[in-house]
């Protein structure tokens, strides 16, 4: 069991910011990632539509052994986690990218967060819920971004256009005076530096990588789970391939990333 490799999956790539961070934090680990190119964007999707793929997924996952799923999605996460829990919480452990920034939150005692993300991770309103439950001093805005996905696929990150469309979404008054900022989706932390910079360096800008990470590496401790058999194999899978994918795999992962198709709907 220990040596098995710990399952990741997203909508597409955006989940790689994730596998890096773990790769960080737990370098002697095997991943097993699986990103569902084919559906991208979950952002856009109805949470039925999200829940079945997530379940589909996390079959796969399991059946190629993986010893936890995490759910590198925040809409994935805001939509089917629950769902997922209810379905496979007897078979394996999993853990989500929303909890644990929201415990994260409550050790900091902001006056005022804010938070951007899909549409469908906005407007299911979980990080206002989860946050005003941990943390009732703390007021919480919320913003949907939906361009910054394509955005960032497309490779729009240090130029004009991806300036223009940050400084348009980040200037909406809702967000004057946050002190955090929560990255709520897992391709932001691509362009996390802009964001920093759109707010002169003066607030925090939280992003699930590393923290998630940590929580998966005390969960793993806990349950003797650490691989120690000095093996590493990292294997990452799409349901729809093009080289475009590799390409843009690479960068969100920075790394060598070799994607194989795995047709998981059948
Ligand atoms: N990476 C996904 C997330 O964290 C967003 C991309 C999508 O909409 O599919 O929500």
């Not at 955090?180 to 800008?205: D, M, W």
Request: aromatic share 12%; net charge negative.
């Amino acid at each position: 069991m220990k040596g098995q490799p710990i399952g990741i999956f997203d909508s597409g790539v955006g989940g790689l910011t994730v596998a890096h961070a773990i790769k960080q934090i737990l370098p002697a680990e095997s991943l097993i990632y699986f990103g569902d190119t084919a559906h991208l964007p979950y952002g856009d999707k109805s949470e039925e539509s999200i829940r079945f793929y997530s379940g589909k997924i996390t079959e796969f996952l399991l059946g190629h052994n993986a010893k936890v799923v995490l759910i590198a999605c925040n809409s994935a996460s805001a939509s089917a986690f629950e769902f997922l829990k209810k379905e496979f919480g007897d078979k394996t452990i999993l853990l989500d990218v929303i909890d644990p920034v929201v415990d994260y939150i409550g050790t900091r005692h902001f006056s005022k967060i804010g938070v951007i993300g899909t549409k469908r991770t906005i407007s299911s309103g979980t990080y206002e819920l989860k946050v005003n439950a941990i943390s009732p001093g703390t007021s919480i805005v919320s913003l949907p971004t939906p361009l910054f996905v394509p955005m960032i696929e497309e490779g729009f990150i240090f130029d004009d256009i991806s300036n223009a469309i940050i400084r348009t979404y980040l200037s909406n008054d809702s967000l004057a005076g946050i002190q955090a900022l929560i990255l709520g989706c897992t391709h932001y932390p691509i362009i996390r530096n802009q964001i920093s910079k759109f707010f002169n360096f003066n607030i925090e800008v939280v992003d699930s990588g590393r923290i998630v990470s940590v929580i998966l590496r005390d969960i793993l401790e806990k349950n003797d789970l650490l691989n120690d058999s000095g093996i590493v194999k990292d294997q990452f899978f799409v349901s729809d391939y093009t080289y475009y994918f590799e390409k843009i795999a690479r960068t969100f992962f920075e790394g060598e990333i070799n994607l194989s198709k795995a047709d998981i709907w059948n």
